[in-house]
Structures are given as structure tokens and as C-alpha cells.
């Protein structure tokens, strides 16, 4: 039996270089997602991505032009939404199969993400 997750590659997969902007949006989303999850499983950690949260929103703020202001934040919060049930399925999942392909598809993601910020 085949698992989806119902969730747009656009806003799970990695980041392209098509549109910073939106790719950055995107990685603050899911940082913000990461950060509220580690509020609850691992306090300590939080505390590194909300710094990793901070640069990126630098980016952002950098490369976002004021009329893209209402299709930044919508990507950020598809991202974010996306980044979450992610999460909230590799912890909590009731199927293996679909817990590990959410942990996967989540680390894949922020892997991307973080990859924007040592570049």
C-alpha cells in the first residue's frame, strides 16, 4: 500500500535558485516550524535554529521587494504549514513507512534550507 503525503513538492522539496526570494521565504517557513517543534521535543535546539531563523529572514528582507509582501508571506506559511504536519508525521506518525518518508521528506527540506545559508 502506497502513502502520500499530501503536500506540494513546491513547498516540501529542496530550494532552487529560480527565485530567492520565494526560496528564502520557503526556509524561513520551515525554520519557523523546526523552531516550534523543538520548543516541545528539544528546548535546547530551538535556540540554534532561531538564530538560523534569524539569518535567513535576513535574506529575505535583503531580497524581497515590497510588492511581493502578500506572496512572501503566503509562502512562508504554506512552508511552514507543509514543514509541520512533516514533523508531526515522522514523531507521531501511526505507520512506519509513512514516518520515516515524513522524516526524510523533512530533513531533505531543511537540509536545502540550511545548505542557502552557507553558501
Known amino acids: 500500500m502506497a502513502l502520500f503525503l499530501p503536500i506540494s513538492p513546491a513547498v516540501a522539496l529542496s530550494a ?3 527565485n530567492p526570494t520565494m ?13 516550534e517543534h523543538q520548543w516541545i521535543v ?5 535556540e540554534r535554529t532561531r538564530q538560523q531563523r534569524a539569518r535567513m ?8 521587494h515590497p510588492a511581493d509582501g502578500r ?8 512552508a511552514k504549514t507543509a514543514q509541520a504536519l512533516l514533523l508531526t508525521r515522522a514523531r507521531n506518525g501511526s505507520h512506519p513507512r509513512d514516518a520515516a518518508q ?3 521528506l ?14
Open 16 to 18: 532552487t535558485a529560480a
Open 23 to 35: 526560496d528564502f521565504a520557503a526556509c524561513t517557513g520551515r525554520l519557523s516550524a523546526l523552531m
Open 42 to 46: 528539544d528546548p535546547p535546539a530551538s
Open 57 to 64: 529572514i535576513d535574506l529575505l528582507e535583503a531580497t524581497m
Open 71 to 78: 506572496a512572501v508571506l503566503n509562502r512562508r506559511v504554506e
Open 102 to 104: 515524513a522524516g526524510r
Open 106 to 119: 523533512s530533513e531533505r527540506a531543511l537540509s536545502a534550507c540550511l545548505s542557502l545559508l552557507l553558501s
